[in-house]
């Protein structure tokens, strides 16, 4: 498994289970899902930190492992 990151939740829709975060000190945002996110909630606020793996998944690099 890869290095894990911190970042903050750009963007998080409840009701469609994605959104973005940026990893700190970069610009661009990595697609997350529900699914990837650890916990029993598996939900994300807009500017909560959290940390998370980035792997390359369907064309596009993707947060894993996401833990808040």
């Known amino acids: 498994m ?3 990151c ?3 939740v750009q963007y998080f829709d ?3 289970g994605y959104g ?3 990893p700190i000190g970069q610009r661009d945002a990595i697609y997350v899902r529900r699914e ?3 916990g029993e ?5 807009e500017g909560q930190q959290v940390s998370f793996v980035i792997e390359l998944g369907r064309g596009r690099f993707e947060a ?3 833990r808040p």
Not at 41 to 45: A, D, E, F, G, I
């Open 14 to 16: 409840r009701e469609k």
């Open 20 to 22: 973005f975060v940026v």
């Open 41 to 45: 909630t598996r939900t994300l606020s």
């Open 6 to 8: 911190e970042g903050i």
């Open 64 to 66: 894993r492992a996401v």
């Open 36 to 38: 990837d996110i650890e």
């Open 2 to 4: 890869s290095e894990r």
